[in-house]
C-alpha cells in the first residue's frame, strides 16, 4: 500500500516535531508536486519553521516528492472541477486514485469528495495512533504530539478528541 499526503497532516506533525511518525508507514510515501511547493517552497520563502522540518523529510527520504499525471480520467476531470478542493487537494486525491493508495487528508471536503470517488483516506490522528499502536511512540508521546497539534491550530472536534485519546489509552 502507498500513502499520498496531503498538506495539513505535514504541517501539523512538522509543527509538533512529530514528522517521525510517518515512518510506521509503508512505502512508498507521497507528496503531489502541488503539496510540495504550497507546503515547502512557499512555506520556507515565507520563513515556517514546520516547512524547513518537512522539506528536512524530503531530502532524508521520508517522502518523495511525485509528479501528478493529468490523465483525462473521468475521475482526475471531477476532481479539478470540484468547487470544494484547492488544486493540491486535487492532485492528492488524483495521485491517490491512480496509485491505487491511502490519501493522508484532513479537511472535509476533501474526505468526502474522496469518498464519493470510492478513494481510501486516513488523518493526521491515524498517524499518531498507528505510531503507538507500532511501539514507536508510547502513549503519553502519542498524546502529547497531539495536544501540540492542537496547540499549533490543527482542529479536532471535542467528540473526536476524546475518541482518540480513549484509543490511546487502549494501547497501554
Known sequence: MSW????TPLIYLAKAERLDVIETLTEPRVVPEAVHR???????EQGYDDARRIERAVENDLVD????????????TRLAEHPGLSDADAA???????????AVMDESAGRSAAEVEDIETRGTAYLVLAAVKDGRLSTEEGRDAVDAMIDHGWYVA???YTKIVGKLESFE
Open 4 to 7: 499520498v499526503f496531503d498538506a
Open 38 to 44: 504550497e507546503v515547502v517552497t512557499t512555506g520556507v
Open 65 to 76: 516528492v511525485v509528479a501528478v499525471e493529468t490523465d483525462d480520467s473521468p475521475v482526475t
Open 92 to 102: 492528492v486525491l488524483a495521485s491517490a486514485d491512480a496509485r491505487d493508495a491511502v
Open 158 to 160: 471535542p467528540d473526536v
